[in-house]
């Protein structure tokens, strides 16, 4: 559970981030991580279409360089963008100057409006602070649903999001190739669930 719904000791770290959004509105926000690639990307972005929702994307600079084109596809089917750093650095594994101009590197691209997921979910205090200096909406998550994780299968994905979602959840999931075929297999029928349930979609930014 530590993992899949941070607990409260661990959103302490990170106090003025987001990890869960109103709790008094039955809305989820559906955030995809690693993207955009083209293994992963259009798929998530056809689901997301036939079930009229919109989700917020957190993409690696590099993909986008790579893949100029999903990036335009993203925005243009009314989705919204963050900034993943510019080739997934991890926070913990940079010093100095150099995690910031990683980050700033992946916006010039993305142009984000400074919405911004550390990859892995774990950056120094200094880090932190600074982001919050330059201003930066710095974003966690309040579900995870492991569909990176090759012990997890499509049933285990689908658990995590049944027993953890809650009103105002940020639910993050992978366009990446780690997750593809576990999402090709159960997103379809996740999203329909959660409308059973009453959940509206909501993007970050939108309504934050």
Same mark, same amino acid.
């Given at each position: 559970?530590?993992v899949?719904?941070p @607990? ?5 770290v990170?106090p003025q981030?987001l ?5 008094r509105q ?7 991580d690693d993207?955009?690639?083209?293994? @992963? ?5 056809d689901v997301?279409?036939k079930s009229?929702?919109k ?8 993909n @986008?360089v790579?893949?100029p084109?999903?990036?335009t596809?993203?925005r243009n ?6 900034n ?6 991890g926070g913990?594994q ?6 910031m ?13 400074r919405?911004?997921r ?8 200094l880090?932190y ?5 330059d ?20 049933d285990g ?6 027993k953890y979602t809650?009103p105002g959840?940020?639910i993050?999931?992978h ?13 379809p ?5 959660l409308?059973?349930q009453?959940?509206t ?8």
């Amino acid at each position: 559970m530590l993992v899949e719904r941070p @607990a409260t000791i661990l959103r302490q770290v990170y106090p003025q981030a987001l990890w869960r959004m109103n709790h008094r509105q039955r809305s989820v926000y559906l955030t995809f991580d690693d993207g955009p690639i083209p293994q @992963a990307t259009p798929f998530v972005l056809d689901v997301l279409d036939k079930s009229g929702v919109k989700a917020t994307f957190f993409m690696v600079g590099e993909n @986008a360089v790579r893949y100029p084109y999903l990036l335009t596809d993203v925005r243009n089917r009314g989705h919204r963008v963050g900034n993943h750093t510019y080739n997934h650095l991890g926070g913990l594994q940079s010093f100095g100057n150099r995690y910031m101009e990683n980050v700033l590197k992946a916006e010039e691209i993305l142009q984000t409006g400074r919405l911004f997921r550390p990859p892995h979910g774990w950056m120094s205090h200094l880090q932190y602070r600074r982001m919050l200096r330059d201003s930066w909406q710095v974003v966690m998550w309040d579900v995870l649903t492991r569909d990176y994780d090759g012990s997890v299968g499509p049933d285990g994905i689908f658990g995590n999001v049944r027993k953890y979602t809650r009103p105002g959840s940020i639910i993050t999931f992978h366009d990446s190739l780690k997750s593809i075929g576990k999402l090709r297999i159960v997103l379809p029928d996740i999203i329909t669930w959660l409308k059973d349930q009453g959940y509206t979609f909501e993007v970050l930014g939108d309504t934050d």
